[in-house]
């Protein structure tokens, strides 16, 4: 299994980027924004509705719910 979509995590839970199921455009855009294979992404907020709020690095960036379907990404459980 290569990965579930980012916008399955709850608040709270991290993921490692494992792929990016999206064309060159949204893989660029993404890559902007420092989302790559191999990102470590906290989820600070994922509401029914809206976009998701993730920290990356030093930040925080919002995704729309459309692309964050498209990040694959393995989930991080505490040890």
């Not at 199921?21 to 855009?29: L, P």
């Not at 990356?56 to 960036?61: Q, S, T, W």
Request: aromatic residues 0%; proline residues 6%; positive net charge.
């Amino acid at each position: 299994m290569v990965g579930l979509p980012l916008g399955l995590l709850r608040p709270g839970q991290i993921g490692i980027v494992r792929d990016i199921a999206g064309g060159r455009q949204v893989r660029g855009r993404l890559s902007e924004l420092g989302i790559l294979p191999g990102a470590r992404v906290r989820v600070c907020q994922n509401q029914p509705s809206g976009p998701l709020i993730i920290s990356l690095g030093d930040g925080r960036v919002a995704i729309g719910r459309g692309v964050a379907q498209k990040i694959l990404v393995e989930e991080v459980h505490a040890s």
